[in-house]
């Protein structure tokens, strides 16, 4: 007999699929045809006229609410930029295997797909990235109310994801699908795996050229128990937004974000002590918004209206809820841009405002400052100044700096979590030409006391971590159009480092891609074939519960990914740790050797 929540997914995966296929009907289509029905000619000159008008309409634009949280220029180096293009290059599992690609994350991966995987930047814990949803912050409650685990929230339910890199922090703007055709915009896709992993996901997007628009999308995901381990993980996603847009700048927009992750508590099969905690619940997010642009997301003033909800819900009977909301507004011209938000939290952070200021008076140079004031429970405040500046010059040579100082609470619901002092700076020098990229960078994180992941039961705590300087260098290299070779190097200097981020970490890539232009002269083939690696030395992860380090093994992964595309189809098949290694990323949580995943995405403009 199927289970429940395979029923659920697939039902979800109907529903999507019937609303796509509903939808690839035009308005047009509603007249009455006064031929006979067995003319096979009527139906062959409907099906050409709707085809033609499909793609008139997939050239249309049509205007959406401006993106929030990313306004303004940048200086060079600061921001990172995963498009929907690059979301499907990589056919990431989860949010958290993009941000591997972020120079400096270290992955705290226990096991293979569907298992916990938050990320570690530069020794600062499970504090060390934030989080936004389409400009609120995304609130982390339920099982883990410190940091967000990345590996429950699906690429495929996102249209873009935008990375702020400071020293010692990320932050990681999140942005739902968005759709700016008249032309109405469906997605398919499946995959399956070792253990039968099976996903599904599948969307629907449609505006009009009223203003109206909706997107309706889901992503199901199981992932069985392993032979001789435990930990079985499924999730059911799903995204729904409904809205308006006026040509005159005045919107209006409702969305739902959902997930119901089960994951079972892992087990060691020799002992049987459970290491990692399970997570057996749901979460939503709501969000309300209106919103005024005169300039439809360009230059001029703008000022948008914010509400929403955070509600966690677990088989315990445990329930969670934050509200949040307020208002931001702000101005953009061709060289500068400004922008303050007030918002008011029911829990925690009860005020939480925010000034940001850009500003590119000549080509050659951007500067941009923030700044955060946050009053928190238990009377205790967070206080933090951000300056950015660069200097960008024509022959393809940058020089950024950055520097944070001030104050903070790193965990606000920890009500014993006590103030932090902030003075971190960091330097980046890069060159940037069409065939090669390199970029150097230095920072210094002062000493800091992180927290640690609550998901990883055998981990304790972390030390204090010391005033630490940081050497990061990153490349890429294209000598030839069907070959290119990227990655990343970082390693604290002096030591091993603080806990939880080992020393040495390389990350690499090394990619063939063809598109076979004399068989296929239009561009519509393409076959790529990826070769990666993941290298660290020895490092400490961490404290058990006698305060005894826990060492962490230097460790070599390999994998490899095949994505063959035509056109709008796209399958592929990648393999995980091709050398299968015994050593890991957490202790005591093994990677599994060659482990497949093979899967099929098909999109469509209707």
Not at 139 to 153: I, K
Request: aromatic share 8%; net charge positive; hydrophobic share 40%.
């Amino acid at each position: 007999m199927e289970s429940e929540p395979k029923r659920r997914g697939r039902l979800l995966l109907s529903c999507v699929l019937a609303g796509a296929i509903l939808l690839a009907r035009p308005a047009a289509a509603q007249i009455t045809d006064t031929l006979p029905q067995d003319t096979a000619r009527v139906d062959t000159a409907g099906s050409t006229a709707r085809y033609l008008q499909g793609q008139r309409n997939a050239a249309v634009r049509v205007p959406l609410l401006p993106l929030l949280g990313v306004e303004g220029p940048r200086p060079a180096g600061t921001r990172l930029v995963f498009d929907r293009d690059s979301l499907d290059m990589m056919t990431a599992a989860s949010v958290a295997e993009v941000l591997a690609r972020v120079p400096g994350v270290y992955l705290w991966r226990g096991g293979w797909t569907g298992q916990p995987m938050p990320a570690s930047y530069q020794g600062r814990g499970a504090t060390a990235v934030e989080y936004e949803l389409d400009g609120l912050p995304f609130v982390a409650v339920g099982p883990d109310s410190v940091g967000v685990d990345p590996s429950l929230l699906a690429p495929s339910l996102l249209e873009r994801i935008e990375v702020e890199r400071w020293p010692g922090l990320l932050r990681v703007h999140l942005f739902t699908r968005r759709h700016d055709r008249l032309a109405a915009r469906s997605r398919i896709g499946a995959a399956r795996g070792d253990v039968k992993l099976a996903r599904y996901e599948a969307a629907i997007e449609r505006r009009f050229a009223s203003g109206l628009g909706f997107t309706i999308a889901g992503d199901y995901l199981d992932v069985p128990t392993r032979t001789g381990a435990s930990g079985h993980y499924r999730n059911t996603q799903y995204f729904a937004q409904g809205g308006w847009f006026s040509p005159r700048g005045f919107g209006l927009q409702y969305q739902l974000f959902h997930m119901a992750p089960t994951r079972d508590a892992f087990q060691d099969a020799l002992i049987g002590d459970t290491l990692s905690a399970g997570v057996h619940g749901s979460r939503t997010d709501m969000q309300l918004r209106a919103s005024w642009s005169p300039g439809l997301g360009g230059p001029g003033p703008h000022a948008d209206l914010l509400y929403g909800r955070t509600s966690w819900s677990d088989t315990t009977g445990f329930h969670q809820q934050v509200n949040q909301g307020g208002v931001t507004a702000g101005i953009r011209t061709a060289r500068l841009s400004a922008t303050g938000t007030a918002l008011l939290r029911s829990r925690w952070t009860t005020l939480d405002l925010r000034g940001d200021a850009a500003w590119n008076p000549i080509p050659l140079l951007t500067a941009r400052v923030e700044g955060r004031l946050q009053r928190h429970d238990g009377g205790r405040t967070t206080g933090i100044a951000g300056v950015q500046a660069g200097i960008a010059v024509p022959a393809g040579l940058h020089l950024t700096a950055s520097g944070r100082v001030g104050h903070e609470v790193a965990a606000p619901a920890i009500l014993t979590d006590p103030e932090q002092q902030v003075a971190d700076l960091q330097i980046l020098l890069g060159w940037e030409r069409p065939w090669i990229g390199v970029q150097g960078g230095w920072s210094r994180t002062k000493s800091y006391l992180p927290h640690r992941f609550p998901l990883f039961l055998t981990v304790d705590s972390l030390r204090p971590a010391p005033g630490t300087d940081w050497l990061t260098v990153s490349g890429r290299l294209a000598p030839v159009q069907w070959l290119r070779v990227d990655g990343w190097f970082e390693t604290p200097r002096g030591g091993t480092g603080p806990d939880g981020q080992p020393p040495e970490h390389l990350v690499g890539t090394a990619t063939l891609q063809s598109k076979f232009l004399r068989a296929f002269p239009s561009g519509i083939f393409d076959l790529e074939l990826q070769l990666g690696l993941e290298h660290w030395g020895a490092g400490t992860i961490g404290l058990d519960a006698g305060g005894v380090p826990i060492g962490l093994a230097p460790a070599t992964f390999w994998r490899s990914h095949v994505q063959l595309a035509l056109g709008d189809f796209v399958a592929y098949w990648s393999r995980e740790n091709l050398s299968a290694t015994a050593r890991t990323y957490v202790p005591g949580f093994p990677i599994p050797g060659y482990a497949n995943t093979f899967g099929v995405r098909w999109a469509f403009t209707n």
